[in-house]
Nanobody, 124 residues
Framework: QVQLVESGGGFVQAGESLRLSCVGSGRTFTNWRMGWFRQGPAKDREFVAMITWNVGTTIYAESIQGRFTISRDRAKNTVYLQMNNLKPEDSGVYYC?????????????????WGQGTQVTVSS
């Protein structure tokens, strides 16, 4: 059974940075992709970024393009989300997700496993 554990959330001021980590276990992630989603207060969970495990292809949501970077360390089974120049609208619970590389990467249903989430709060 796949388990994903996020860490790295916190409270920061606008313009500051955070790096989220997600450690995966329970299987090898060959031919899978890892994604980050977020859910703000009274909002639906939305796609943030995705990386394919094999090749490292990345895709980002338009709202965070140029500010966030997703990466992975295959030796550590870990995915990272470097978040720079944070804005108050980036606040929310950030979730790590994993699933096979089929169907749309933006759909929650495309991912088989989810972490418990880590809170990010950005103050203005």
């Amino acid at each position: 059974q796949v388990q994903l554990v996020e860490s790295g959330g916190g409270f920061v001021q606008a313009g500051e940075s955070l790096r989220l980590s997600c450690v995966g276990s329970g299987r090898t992630f060959t031919n899978w992709r890892m994604g980050w989603f977020r859910q703000g207060p009274a909002k639906d969970r939305e796609f943030v970024a995705m990386i394919t495990w094999n090749v490292g292809t990345t895709i980002y949501a338009e709202s965070i393009q140029g500010r966030f970077t997703i990466s992975r360390d295959r030796a550590k089974n870990t995915v990272y989300l470097q978040m720079n120049n944070l804005k108050p609208e980036d606040s929310g619970v950030y979730y790590c997700a994993a699933g096979p590389t089929r169907n749309s990467h933006t759909l929650r249903s495309s991912y088989n496993a989810w972490g418990q989430g880590t809170q990010v709060t950005v103050s203005s």
